[in-house]
């Protein structure tokens, strides 16, 4: 019953900008780390950056100083800040959130995704 949406993807010329959301809903009693992936065609999924629910956060080199990962945890929303994109980060962007759901009476750890927005950086 948990439900991670994307949005914000789209296309946009070579050294633009554009901001990524993902909402978290559902029957969440806490979300910890939360992160963005992408995949392009013929490659693996890719990890970009992640976030704790302490506001840490770590990059992969080949978006670090060009995207911002940041989070709303009152809104259960992560977001990704990309500048100066490149064709090469042209993808499918996904997020993911490890949180922890209400199941009753117990609490249940898992791993969700959302269901990816694309990316296409082009002239």
């Known amino acids: 019953q948990v439900q991670l949406v994307e949005s914000g993807g789209g296309l946009v010329q070579p050294g633009g900008s554009l901001r990524l959301s993902c909402v978290a809903s559902?029957?969440?009693?806490?979300?910890?780390?939360m992160g963005w992936y992408r995949q392009a065609p013929g490659n693996q999924r890719e990890l970009l950056a992640t976030?704790?629910?302490?506001?840490?956060?770590n990059y992969a080199d080949s978006v670090k100083g060009r995207f911002t990962i940041s989070r709303d945890n009152a809104k259960n929303t992560v977001y990704l800040q990309m500048y100066n994109l490149k064709p090469e980060d042209t993808a499918v962007y996904y997020c993911?959130?490890?949180?922890?759901?209400?199941?009753?009476?117990?609490?249940?750890?898992?791993?969700?995704w959302g269901q990816g927005t694309q990316v296409t950086v082009s002239s």
């Open positions: 559902g029957s969440i009693f806490a979300i910890n780390a």
């Open positions: 976030i704790t629910s302490g506001g840490n956060t």
């Open positions: 993911n959130a490890d949180l922890t759901t209400y199941s009753g009476l117990f609490r249940v750890p898992n791993t969700y």
